[in-house]
């Protein structure tokens, strides 16, 4: 008896399901071409790098196209710092070697350039504020406890009190393990504001990827 009521439960249900599903047709029309800016200004003296580019269709396989010509600046109160479009990478504009940034000011991206080809030029802002560091002692890399096969990479460090969110860039010798976007780990101080990072995981190391696996002499950064 117990059988029958689930087969006739499981029949039920059979014909729930079936009677739910539709088909639909998604339109995949490609939108006008966007203008995508990024970029940011760190407290590192170097050439720091804003990215133009103009986006591309969803299914497109080309990378997005970097856009030239533009005027591109990072000024704050006292200061304004220009960006050159770099010789052989079309959309990458940089600022001189020198530049640093300042903990504790505001600084504004300003970015003008003929988008639309139309003869105007079209002027973009965006304003960021440059919060103060945190101090880190060192790092440590252990065995992780919940992937197989990965490495924990833990940070000492003593937070800031303000809120704070952290992008984490792992390196192994000269080459960045995490270099795109969707690479970057990003992640707050919630748990920890203004106090001590007593390691904290912030990176899993996959040691069967090639390009990650560690070896003796390897230096992580």
């Not at 479009?85 to 504790?104: H, K, M």
């Not at 009190?161 to 992008?167: A, D, F, H, I, L």
């Not at 007593?198 to 560690?214: R, S, W």
């Amino acid at each position: 008896m117990k059988l029958n009521v689930l087969h006739i439960i499981f029949l039920v249900f059979v014909l729930i399901m079936a009677s739910c599903t539709e088909r639909i047709s998604i339109t995949t029309d490609d939108a006008p071409p966007r203008l995508s800016v990024y970029g940011y200004i760190t407290t590192d003296t170097l050439k720091h790098s804003i990215r133009i580019t103009r986006s591309t269709g969803y299914f497109d396989t080309n990378r997005p196209q970097g856009v030239s010509h533009a005027t591109v600046s990072i000024s704050t109160d006292d200061a304004s710092f220009p960006l050159t479009e770099n010789d052989t990478v079309p959309g990458l504009y940089q600022t001189a070697p020198d530049v640093y940034g300042i903990s504790g000011k505001y600084y504004t991206l300003q970015v003008s350039l003929d988008f639309d080809d139309d003869k105007n030029t079209e002027n973009f802002q965006a304003t960021s504020y440059l919060p103060y560091i945190s101090i880190i002692d060192s790092i440590q890399l252990v065995p992780s406890t919940l992937f197989k096969n990965h490495i924990e990479l833990l940070v000492y460090a003593q937070d800031t009190p303000e809120t704070n969110y952290y992008s984490i860039h792992i390196s192994r010798n000269d080459t960045i393990l995490n270099d795109s976007l969707s690479g970057f780990f990003i992640m707050d101080d919630l748990f920890f504001n203004g106090a001590y990072m007593n390691g904290v995981v912030c990176y899993y190391i996959d040691q069967e990827e090639d390009d990650e696996k560690l070896r003796i002499g390897d230096v992580v950064t």
